[in-house]
């Protein structure tokens, strides 16, 4: 009997266990300041996001101000004291580097996902209303909140694909 009781516990606890949908793609349209979480080709999840100061144009070289722009891969993540969590983007990639490289500049890099400096969400207006900004260095940030579901959702090693 206790052994029935056991085991239609665990049926019945994984049965209502919530399962978190994993994303095997992400892409950035920089236009609509949208990121969008894809799995099996579908859109699952999309977040609005502030860019690079300098918004418009693909990132070519360090302290441009802008977000970069093609395929990479999110490959580490960090816990972040200034934008609590923080995943890495793979830029730059050969091509970039080589651009660069041609005006004897540095292509940059650093760039990442990421919340919003730990000081606003102490902010009676919450984190929400520096997002209808651009500010950020290039990095894509996007709310805490946003920033959670994102961290666990998407594994290292995920494709990113930026667009203008």
Not at 27 to 45: A, D, N, P, Q
Not at 114 to 137: A, F
Request: aromatic content about 10%.
């Amino acid at each position: 009997m206790i052994k029935t009781l056991f085991l239609l516990s665990f049926l019945l606890s994984s049965l209502f266990a919530e399962t978190i949908m994993l994303a095997d793609r992400v892409i950035l349209k920089k236009s609509t300041r949208m990121l969008y979480l894809y799995s099996g080709g579908e859109v699952f999840s999309r977040y609005h996001v502030s860019l690079g100061k300098e918004a418009i144009g693909a990132k070519n070289f360090e302290g441009d101000m802008r977000t970069p722009e093609g395929t990479y891969r999110l490959d580490w993540r960090q816990l972040s004291q200034r934008y609590n969590k923080s995943i890495h983007i793979s830029y730059p990639n050969e091509k970039d580097k080589a651009y660069a490289k041609k005006f004897g500049l540095s292509a940059g890099g650093m760039i990442m996902i990421h919340g919003t400096p730990t000081s606003w969400s102490l902010s009676p207006l919450g984190d929400w209303l520096p997002m209808l900004l651009d500010w950020t260095e290039g990095c894509i940030a996007m709310s805490n909140d946003d920033m959670e579901e994102v961290w666990d959702r998407v594994l290292d090693g995920t494709p990113i694909t930026i667009v203008p």
